[in-house]
């Protein structure tokens, strides 16, 4: 298709988006669900956005963390999770949760957490030191779910992107069959157009979480699943 093409199409899709929309990020929580790892103590999803997952997480761990760098974001986060009593959210970047202190020497949470989640988040960050700080983080056994987007760049990525653009419609339809007539959402969260394609990111993935499990996914996405040994 023409890059013509594709922009009206890309439009088109919008538009029926904004009249039957679903989340393309929450569709993936019951997947998050079904990969939990065997032991519970602490989960930590980074980038918690307004802290849907975290509150999805929160009846399965004895304690959960969610870490976003926007402030707005913590708080929409930590309205939600207000009453779950076993969920904080904070101001901590990866690379302070992975020294276990917070930028003005105050304790930070557990070092050690038996699942990291990262939710349409690893295209906002640089990947390779994410994932080097990610293996800090996880405890051994502990799992790293991650829902990710990536630029198409292959025939193959143009070719689940089509596969996406025409199932978005049907899942759009069971999911809210009625017409939105609120108009076009405004994205509640920062977004990022990602940049890394799914060839390379796996590259990196492959080198630094050996035996990785990467997989294209309908809706524009991928995940990547990794358990650590032991
Ligand atoms: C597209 S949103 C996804 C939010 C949420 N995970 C969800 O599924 O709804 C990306 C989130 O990553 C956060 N973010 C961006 N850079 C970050 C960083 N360096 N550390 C933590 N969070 C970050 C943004 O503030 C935003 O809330």
New binding site residues.
């Given amino acids: 298709m023409s890059v013509t093409g594709r922009r009206v199409a890309g439009r088109a899709l919008r538009a029926f988006n904004d009249r039957h929309p679903w989340?393309h990020?929450?569709h993936f929580h019951p997947w998050i669900v079904s990969r939990l790892p065997r032991r519970r103590r602490a989960a930590l999803?980074?980038?918690?956005?307004?802290g849907?997952?975290a509150a999805v997480l929160s009846p399965h761990f004895d304690e959960v963390v969610g870490?976003?760098?926007?402030p707005q974001?913590r708080r929409d986060a930590a309205r939600r999770c207000a009453d779950l009593a076993n969920v904080t959210i904070v101001d901590l970047?990866?690379e302070h949760l992975g020294t276990g202190r917070a930028p003005d020497g105050r304790p930070a949470p557990p070092r050690a957490f038996d699942l990291v989640t990262?939710?349409?988040?690893l295209h906002?960050?640089d990947a390779a030191d994410a994932l080097t700080q990610v293996r800090r983080l996880l405890a051994p056994g502990g799992r790293l779910l991650v829902?990710g987007l990536a630029p198409p760049a292959t025939v193959r990525d143009h070719a689940w992107d089509l596969a996406s653009a025409v199932t978005n419609p049907v899942i759009g339809l069971i999911r809210h069959p009625r017409p939105s007539t609120a108009g076009p959402p405004v994205?509640?969260?920062?977004?990022?157009e990602p940049t890394m394609p799914f060839d390379e990111l796996r590259a990196l993935v492959e080198t630094m979480l050996p035996g990785a499990r990467m997989r294209r996914r309908l809706g524009f996405r991928h995940t990547i699943e990794w358990q650590v040994p032991g």
């Avoid at 870490?67 to 926007?70: E, G, K, R």
């Avoid at 990262?118 to 988040?121: N, S």
């Avoid at 994205?187 to 990022?192: I, T």
């Fill in positions: 989340s990020n929450d999803d980074v980038g918690c956005g307004q849907g997952l870490v976003d760098a926007d974001m970047s990866l990262m939710v349409a988040v906002h960050l829902v994205d509640p969260f920062p977004v990022a």
